[in-house]
């Protein structure tokens, strides 16, 4: 019989974050391609409350994030006692290099974004993505 290997927590906290902020930033990226711009809600030259897309963009890359670190410390929780099978692991594995993919694509056209918008928006979604990553793992540790 086989003894079951556990990762240190930090080291599935670490990895999760680093996954959910990389899935955040990609989403980020492809939103600005699509007209989703975070910056939108500090722009006082729009004659509207609130843009609509704005609101989408943070939501979503706060959606993201989020489940992208669960899901991730979900994961490599049950990989470490090889309960997830291997074609799963492939498929997931497949799915993340696509989406990384796009991002890296819509990343290197010219920027329909003002370059300071663009960077501090960039940050603005770094810092979100980060922090609901962790959260996301947290909750997911804790739960395991």
Known sequence: MTETTYFPRRLILAGAVISGVLLALAVHMLGAR??????????????????????LAWWLIATVGFCGGYFTATLMDSAVSGQIPQRMRQFLIAVGVLVLAGAGQAASAPSPIPTIS?????????????????????????RA
């Open 34 to 55: 699509f007209g989703l711009d975070l910056g939108g809600l500090w722009r006082s030259d729009t004659g509207e409350f609130m843009p609509a897309g704005a609101a």
């Open 118 to 142: 663009g960077v501090l928006a960039g940050l603005a979604a770094l810092g979100l993505g980060a922090v609901v990553a962790f959260c996301g793992a947290h909750f997911a540790l804790r």
